[in-house]
């Protein structure tokens, strides 16, 4: 499954901004949350094929929504790949719990918009 | 002295108190049994025997009694002198004051030379009687005289058992008894292992480590010490320890970290805007700038990945100090971590006119390291190679096995270092002699490169010449060769790292094989 729409919940307005800039220059159906909240209520109303998701959110962690969404019974969002883009130094206890409902964990100061496309594109291709 | 153990030392300690109990109990049992015949005959052969005589009978059997006891006691005060004496010497904890030379009795009684030869023997084998404070000998009480300094001072017998502890040292007692240290080394050999190579090779030797905590960072009565160590074969107290408390010198340097890593979590958001734009404006802009412009956009790159860079150093030499580094060993090739790097290490070394030339064998055997922790320390020590020489310098990266591990070395042919200053090279925030005037940087980097190497179960070497270059050496251990020790360990294997919070780094040794 190609990777045609994304998700980024991210409050920093320059990362933001640097991030739809790209993916929608590649090509990229990209919408863009800013709190965590929106973000939850956005991963839930449309089934995207790929969330990036910050940590450090207002109003909702991005723990928390990955928690909500993958954390239970059921997946709430089975047909979504989830990559965490932090440049938070999380607990080791706390950056396990991510990754094992994530399909990516990335230090966003390691990661520019050429290394993010290649990601996407690999990740959709191994789908 | 040959060091007693605690049972017997408890026996030396028991021989007096009881000697005079069952002597003095035998002794006024005797007197009775003779007072209470005494009185027994005398009531048979004079039953109407008058008052008075019998208040007679009563004084004088008191008055032997006490005579008795009087007698016994002193003809047991030289047994008395000489096991305390003897009790004292062997350095067992004791109530009795140990007998003065000076005391007149001793000259009245010619038992002087006999304590004296006790003395001297325990001189002669080179332990100093615990003398009591009033004979103002040299060596009066000096036990309980160094419990006043704050420096602490700990002695090890042969086995590395600690025989003596005063009380600034910093020293723990479990639950049977025993005593260890209360210190936290970090990638330097510890105390035991430095004794323990001392025993094959030195008679004498001596070594000083800085800057080593008690407790972990944040943890309430930290204490940082700088600890001194010497080591003579063959004496009873084979180690002897002393620990300057310099907390006061060293804790807020400590402090300063802390708030180190709170900056690096803020640092690494426009370090993320500014590698990104970049990274964009690059690749859009490719086609109108001009080669001036091309190469300020490289040095802009540059920069910014070796910032991002740092602040990584930074961040981890933070965790490790706080035991928090985590690290991850897995089947790895060197040629995939190299390639993860590759990029950003050629465009480095072409900004600064560096010729870097890399040399992995394709057949080169796999490792067992930390992919992200191993890019780490190679881009540290390409950076260093790079800024440690000279324009149109090169710079080559080389892999190869030897035995059980895979060397990659990183040479430059730049300013190079005396050897005096090799031995340092390791330590947190040093910088080399020339570098602090020449190159910008923040000495941590082949401090955390050293702790992230050896994390790995791997080892980090240097050759250097003055003025001709030096080489940087990683050995790696082929995966293979700790594949079943690091299965043995679990899947898992970070849950070891973290269970082991205190000195994982030696337990990680634990498959170095």
Partial sequence: MAIKTILIIEDDRFIGEMYVRSLKNAGYDVDWMVDGNDGLIAARNRPYDLMLLDVMLPERRGSEILQILRGGVDDLIPGTKVVVLT??????????????????????????????LAIIEKLGASA | MAVKSAAEGELLNRFWPRYRRVTMTRAVLAQLTVCVAIVAIVLTLYPDLPLDAWALVVVMSAASLALTVIITLLAMRPLKDLSSALVHIAGEPTGLTPPNLNDGFYMRSRLRPLLKQIYDLAMSQGSSPRSDEKSG???????????????????????????????????????????????????????????????????????????????LTGEPDRRLFDVYVSYDKGSEAETIITLFDNTNQYQPEDDDLDFIAFAAHELRGPITVI????????????????????????????????????????????????????????????????????DDMQLRASAQQRLLSVNIPANLPNIAADLNSMTEVFGNLIDNAIKYSNDGGSIEVIAAVNGNFVDVSVTDHGIGMPSNVIGNLFHKFYRSHRSRETVAGTGIGLYISKAIVESNGGKISVKSVEGRGSTFIVSLPIYATVADKLKALGNNNQDFIERSSDGWIKNHGAFRG
Wanted: overall charge negative.
């Fill in chain 2, 137 to 215: 000998a040299p060596y009066a009480n000096i036990a309980a005289q160094l419990n006043h300094t704050a420096t602490g001072i700990v002695m090890l017998d042969s086995n590395g058992q600690i025989i003596y502890a005063n009380q600034s040292a910093p020293v723990l007692i479990d639950g049977n008894g025993k005593k260890s240290l209360e210190l936290i080394f970090d990638v330097d050999q510890n105390i035991t292992e430095w004794v323990a190579e001392r025993g094959e090779h030195d008679v004498h030797a001596e070594k000083v480590w800085r800057r080593i905590a008690n407790k």
């Fill in chain 1, 87 to 116: 440049n938070f130094d999380q607990t080791e206890e706390a950056r396990n719990n991510m990754e094992k409902h994530a399909d990516g964990y990335l230090i966003k100061a390691e990661i520019t918009p050429k290394k993010l």
């Fill in chain 2, 275 to 342: 590698r990104g734009y970049l990274d964009s404006l690059n690749d859009e802009l490719a086609a109108i700038t001009t080669g001036d412009q091309k190469e300020l956009f490289q040095r802009l790159i540059v920069s910014a990945n070796r910032l991002s860079g740092y602040v990584n150093n930074i961040l981890n030499a933070s965790r490790f100090d706080r035991r928090h580094l985590k690290i991850h060993i897995g089947e790895q090739n060197v040629a995939n971590i190299y390639a993860t790097i590759a």
